[in-house]
């Protein structure tokens, strides 16, 4: 193989690699091959192949000599085989020809002649080296010059000078005297095209810019002459818009500094031509073709300041004079020196609105009046120069400076500003960086290093919500996603592992890495995953081995421990179990847990109270651990110190004045004990293929039932030594959470001691009966417990809303947990709330009552005390829905829990005896409305409610006290006597009970809820440790079930069938919508408070679509009778006012536009159905939008064949179609058209033949002075036409109607004869016809 030629081989060396590679024969790498003529490409097929002729260069026939530099042949282009040339034509002249570029003018180079050039030899001087020149010579008694020039070209500017003053006075003149009009013929400025033109009216009498200048002297006249002669004949035969397009063309083509030369040469010779002009006359008029401003170069076409001034104008006041001997101030720029001037005057405002506030360099706030010297260095050259002091967005301006010392100083600034609280309760951070970043964003450090990482790479990290959105926008939305943006985590790791701050910034980088680690478990990971960030808190803020501490503040955290880190950790952790076993398995959490639970608090070697807090802390991460199934190893280690532990708890309690983190220790030890009692009490479930956690759930437990159930006895005590003190409030408040944990343990002891195959279930029966007997059966005596139950509508986030109220500070995309004025005693998370003890002893009671029935008879008079009965009224009330905000959602939970709890023990005790009529309607109506505002994240409990207390039948008393009777009782009386009622309601009320089973499998598969959800759900309220994905709750937005939850199926037939065109199968279809029906009807009937908050518009909306199922459905006896039922329901006097159909209806976006496709339904399939009429006509009442009606009118105006339903079946009234008149007169149009034509008549469609002509005549008789013209005539026009009908029967009911009656057949009665005032009116009218047609005739 040949090798490459390589540096400092010569010709010679390539020569014989040409030769070897010649002889050796080889395919050469590159192939040269000619592509043929598109027209004759099959002409040069029999030419041999490129390769056989080659260029070879010999060096055998080289010349010694080199050639004669003689002027070459001109080379003739090689003619195409398909186009050949004329013999006599030349190609270079047939280019010349066709090229009409600029280029083609000016890249034509002809040789300058010298000949006549006159040469000037340097002058001979009698020294050695020339006199060297000083500035100081050469600024003596000369001029100013504009413009930055250097010695050198200031002499030759000089020697030109001096030239020129000697030269002929012929060309002096030439020189001075242009012709007129020769600059306008070369080049002009837009400014100049309106004032020279028409271009014939100039006189050009000789070239300007070409003067022939370089040529012989013989030739530069005449062919300057002879191009001037030509640009002048083709000037005067061009329009004057053509010289203007092919003046843009030129100068879109030429090179930009080439204009701007000869533009400037124009310049320089109408000065000169203006000066001489003026010198030879003076006072003379100027040349026209000068008359306007002279011709700028592009780049100086806008001019100075100092240019605009005059001579005799004041100049600008400046602290100093510019000499023209300083070095660059030769030409002053005054608008660069007006910083040097004074400051502007304070202007005093009469109001402060829209003024930024000022700090000083101290933090101070400025007030917008002071006046301040400027050597305190709080003036500059921003906005408002005249007021002293920075703002927020200069300080954050200042922020992105590259001197680190204007960094560190608006850093400072900020750091007093916030210090001092000058910051309002409406500023965040986002709002200076929005234009002025604090920190570079995540999007600023991926462009530094795009290129260590792949763009790939770089588009997988970011989140598809965040997308392109800078830290900006994304604050605006949520606090902590923008925070994440800015690179925040590893800045705050810097801080803690490099810088080392003082305890307080530790503290606060802490409370900030909680507060993102709280918000979801997409910022727990990315704090997790943060590069040493976790290893960093653990290593100096967890060390196992430090230095004993005292009382007095230490300088320092760095390798002391600090509960905050662990509390980070318990954070973290509670985000997911994966998280949580990444930090006990990586991280070597288990020694740290071990180190701080095995010693007693008072033996670290800490402040007494952070020992307190940092133990308390350690158990929390532990029961949060325990709480997935996790860390159940350390409870072998640690058993003794926990014994040891539970043991000292009542001693604690006893004492006169217990210390608050001692009992918040005590709570955490009892509340792990509590998980580690429930994984040793779960069986191990079977692992699903479809979880991503099948491995982590499959992870047998590491605790037996043996190891936890000593404990029992050791819990017991503690909670008999708090129940002693329940009388007390002032004591009982400041247990803490030390009773409810106590209930909680016995809740999940017994609960895992049920679970145990292997036990006697007599053992646990006679435990449960001794301790109801010993210690619950006479809790429920004590007047103390009837306070609590007492207080719980007034710390009820549900009955009282303030008591949850959000913050003043709390911003709306900053998730927090606070409320106004902090948490008040009488709120829900307050010291003295009910809530979590009723709620645990609540969960005892039904865990008791589950094990054994017959307790739960006994348990369940907890539910008949006075105060939970009025709480349950109040929720049942009509209440306004509470607004969901972080906090009240967090306490609208608990709350919902309580009332399960409570719902779940008395559906157990129904089951078993006998509950009162008000205490089983109270329940269910309780059941209704907790199942209607239960939030994401409490699936469990709302598929429990579905299964037990919704559709429970002892919950229905109405059934078997006389309801169904009542309700035909009523139906009676509201239809009067001569009312058809067929099926009854009463019938429907009785079969809707007995198929209470079908309806509840109904509601069953159509509210089934994300199944991923219900899972986690029952997982966590069930205590299926090895099942709980994360103990963060979802994002509550809106609740679980739509507010209309009881049309739900219906919905889902109608949108089922809309997507599948064959429809659906007609079994499923009918059954369905008749168990939803009924349901409907249920709670029309008996618990009309739980479709209170369905508007009866919704309602009827919903009715509307079982007719747009299908073709089929409608006609089903049970749908009709169904239907039939709920329409007079919503027909009755108490609930039709209610009907708005013109208000926004939840769940539809547009009334009009199902009315539209119920007409239209209506007008194929509805074969006159009656029902179907009846929901046609309901919306065409007077007091709702004429859009409805126009829709019928206009457009479905067959469908009035349809509707024949009789006036005696008219759900409303007559009158609430009749009256007010209408006033629509499109509307009143196609009435009067209607009847007219006969398309309405009364025996096809009895109602709207009424409606039409009580309209229509109440139009044709009014005489009201104020209507329009137009108006006027159409109620002329159509009296007229109404006096000329030729229908008699048509013609008496539109002149004398009288007023609506539905008894009659017509729907209406008539006058005898017309009132004397609708007489005159119409003889008036009918003698002015009969007028008019006389005179035409």
């Known amino acids: 193989m040949l090798s490459r030629p390589k540096p400092g081989e010569s010709e010679v060396d390539l020569l014989r690699f040409q030769s070897q590679f010649l002889a050796a024969g080889a395919a050469p790498a590159v192939q040269l091959v000619k592509k043929g003529s598109r027209s004759g490409g099959d002409a040069n097929l029999d030419r041999p192949p490129l390769q056989d002729h080659r260029d070879v260069v010999m060096l055998d026939n080289l010349p010694d000599l080199p050639p004669a530099l003689v002027p070459a042949p001109p080379k003739r282009a090689r003619p195409s085989p398909g186009h050949p040339l004329p013999e006599h034509e030349n190609p270079e002249e047939r280019l010349n020809r066709h090229d009409k570029h600029i280029t083609a003018v000016l890249t034509k180079i002809i040789e300058r002649d010298t000949s006549s050039v006159a040469v000037n030899l340097p002058v001979p001087c009698g020294v050695a080296f020339p006199p060297v020149f000083h500035r100081s010579q050469g600024r003596q008694g000369k001029p100013a010059t504009s413009g930055k020039r250097s010695i050198f070209a200031q002499e030759i500017a000089a020697r030109r000078a001096s030239e020129a003053k000697v030269a002929p006075v012929g060309e002096v003149a030439s020189t001075l005297h242009p012709p007129e009009g020769a600059a306008t013929c070369e080049a002009l400025t837009p400014r100049e095209q309106g004032s020279q033109l028409p271009w014939n009216s100039y006189s050009f009498q000789g070239p300007h810019l070409v003067t022939g200048k370089g040529l012989k002297s013989q030739e530069a006249e005449q062919e300057a002459q002879t191009i001037h002669e030509e640009n002048v004949a083709r000037l005067q035969a061009m329009a004057p818009e053509e010289i203007l397009q092919e003046q843009q063309r030129l100068l879109a083509q030429l090179d930009p500094s080439l204009v701007a030369f000869l533009r400037s040469h124009s310049r320089t010779c109408e000065q000169a031509e203006e000066k001489a002009t003026g010198e030879q006359r003076p006072g003379g008029r100027s040349a026209e073709v000068t008359g306007e401003e002279p011709i700028m170069p592009t780049s100086a076409s806008e001019p100075r300041q100092e240019d605009k001034l005059e001579p005799g104008a004041p100049a600008l006041a400046l602290p100093v004079t510019p000499q023209k001997e300083w070095l660059h101030m030769d030409t002053v720029e005054l608008e660069k020196l007006h910083w040097t001037r004074d400051l502007p005057p304070l202007r ?348 982590v759930s499959s992870t047998p437990s590491s605790i037996t039932w043996t190891q936890v159930s000593g404990l029992q006895p050791l819990v017991e005590p503690c909670l008999r030594q708090t129940l002693k003190l329940l009388p007390t409030p002032e004591t009982w408040s400041a247990l803490g959470p030390v009773p409810t944990a106590c209930l909680l343990f016995l809740d999940a002891y017994y609960q895992a001691w049920s679970q145990q195959p292997g036990l006697c279930p007599g053992d646990w029966l006679q435990d449960t009966e001794r301790l109801s007997e010993e210690l619950l059966l006479p809790l429920l005596s004590q007047p103390a417990l009837g306070r609590l139950w007492d207080s719980l509508g007034c710390c009820s986030p549900l009955c009282n809303p303030q008591s949850c109220a959000p913050a003043p500070e709390a911003l709306p995309s900053l998730v927090s947990l606070g409320c106004a004025g902090g948490h008040p005693p009488l709120s829900l998370a307050g010291s003295a709330s009910p809530f979590p003890f009723l709620t645990a002893l609540l969960s005892l009671f039904n865990t008791l009552g589950w094990i054994h029935k017959g307790l739960c008879g006994q348990l369940a008079a907890v539910l008949a005390a006075p105060g939970l009965q009025n709480y349950f009224l109040q929720c049942v009330a009509p209440v306004a829905a509470p607004h969901l905000t972080p906090f009240s959602a967090w306490a609208l939970r608990h709350e919902y829990h309580l009332q399960h709890l409570a719902l779940t023990l008395a559906q157990r005790a129904a089951t078993l005896q006998p509950v009162s009529a008000t205490s089983a309607a ?296 009749t009256a007010p008149p209408e006033d629509n007169l499109a509307l009143l149009q196609l009435y ?106």
């Open 348 to 695: 005093r405002q009469q109001t402060q609105e829209r003024m930024q506030a000022r700090f000083s360099l101290q933090g101070e706030l400025l007030a917008p009046s002071v006046d301040l010297p400027t050597h305190l260095g709080l003036h500059h050259h921003g906005e408002e120069a005249e007021r002293a002091g920075y703002s927020l967005q200069e300080l954050f301006h200042l922020t992105r400076s590259q001197v680190s010392q204007q960094r560190a100083l608006a850093l400072h600034v900020l750091a007093q500003v916030i210090a001092r609280e000058l910051l309002d309760s409406t500023f965040s951070w986002y709002h200076g960086a929005l234009v002025f970043p604090l920190m570079p964003s995540q999007e600023d450090k991926e462009d530094e290093d795009e290129d260590e990482e792949p763009p790939a790479e770089k588009a997988k990290r970011k989140s598809p919500e965040e997308g392109n959105r800078p830290p900006s926008d994304l604050a605006r939305h949520d606090v902590i996603k923008g925070l994440l943006a800015t690179n925040l985590l590893p800045r705050l790791r810097y801080l803690l592992e490099v810088t080392c701050p003082g305890p307080s910034a530790v503290l606060d980088i802490l409370a900030v890495l909680i507060r993102l680690a709280r918000h979801s478990l997409e910022s727990a990971t990315r704090v997790l995953e943060c590069p040493r960030l976790i290893e960093t808190v653990i290593r100096e803020f967890l060390p196992t081995s430090w230095s004993p501490m005292g009382v007095r503040p230490t300088l320092s955290l760095h390798r002391v421990p600090c509960a905050s880190a662990m509390k980070l950790l318990r954070v973290l952790a509670s985000a997911g179990r994966n998280i949580a076993a990444r930090l006990l398995s990586g991280f070597d959490l288990r020694s740290r847990l071990c180190r701080f639970i095995a010693e007693a608090p008072q033996d670290l070697a800490l402040p007494p109270e952070e020992a307190e807090t940092l133990s308390t802390e350690a158990f929390r991460l532990w029961a949060v651990a325990a709480s997935y199934g996790q860390g159940g190893d350390l409870y072998r280690e640690l058993y003794p110190v926990l014994i040891r532990a539970l043991q000292a708890v009542p001693k604690e309690l006893s004492s006169p004045s217990p210390q608050p983190l001692a009992l918040q220790r005590a709570a955490s030890l009892l509340t792990v004990l509590t998980q580690l009692t429930l994984a040793a009490g779960s069986t191990t479930p079977e692992p699903r293929s479809d979880s991503a956690e099948a491995s």
């Open 922 to 1217: 109270l329940y269910h109506g309780m059941a209704l409305a907790l199942l209607s505002r239960l939030l994401p994240g409490s699936e469990h409990l709302a598929h429990e409610l579905l299964l037990s207390c919704v559709f429970r039948l002892e919950f229905l008393p109405e059934r078997a006290s006389g309801g169904p009777e009542a309700a035909d009782f009523s139906d009676r009386l509201s239809l009067g006597s001569g009312g058809d009622l067929g099926c009854g309601r009463g019938t429907l009320l009785a079969q809707a009970c007995q198929d209470l089973p079908s309806i509840r499998s109904c509601y069953l598969t159509h509210c089934s809820l994300a199944r991923a959800s219900l899972l986690a759900s029952q997982a966590l309220h069930r205590g299926e440790l090895q099942r709980v994905p994360a103990l963060l709750l979802p994002v509550a937005k809106e609740p679980l079930l739509p507010t209309d939850w009881p049309f739900l199926p219906l919905i889902q037939l109608y949108h089922r069938a809309s997507d599948s065109p064959s429809g659906l199968p007609p079994a499923d279809t009918v059954g369905t919508a008749m168990r939803a029906l009924q349901w409907v009807l249920v709670l029309e009937s008996w618990r009309p408070q739980a479709l209170r908050a369905v508007p009866p518009a919704a309602r009827l909306a919903r009715l509307m679509c079982v007719f747009l199922v299908d073709s089929e459905l409608f006609r089903e006896t049970p749908i009709q009778r169904l239907v039939a039922a709920l329409v007079a329901r919503l027909c009755q006097p108490e609930v039709l006012p209610n009907l708005n159909l013109d208000c926004p209806l939840p769940g539809l976006t547009s009334f009009p536009d199902l009315y539209a496709n119920f007409l239209e339904h209506f007008e194929a399939v509805s074969f006159g159905d009656h029902l179907f009429g009846a929901l046609v006509l309901l919306p065409l009442q007077r007091r709702f939008s004429v859009t409805l009606r126009l829709a019928l009118f206009g457009e479905h105006v067959g469908a009035l064949r349809a509707l024949g339903l009789p006036l005696t079946q008219l759900p409303v009234s007559l009158e609430s179609y």
């Open 1232 to 1337: 009067f058209r209607a009847l007219v034509t006969g398309v309405l008549q009364s025996h096809w469609c009895p109602v709207l033949y009424a409606v039409a002509v009580a309209h229509v005549n109440s139009f044709i008789f009014c005489q009201d002075p104020k209507s329009l013209d137009e108006v006027k005539a159409a109620r002329r026009s159509m009296l007229q036409k109404t006096w000329l009908l030729a229908d008699e029967g048509l013609r008496q009911h539109l002149l004398h109607y009288k007023l609506p009656n539905s008894a009659l057949p017509e729907g209406f009665e008539l006058y005898p004869q017309l009132p004397p005032l609708r007489q005159q009116y119409l003889q008036k009218l009918i003698s002015g016809v009969l007028q008019n047609g006389v005179s035409e005739t």
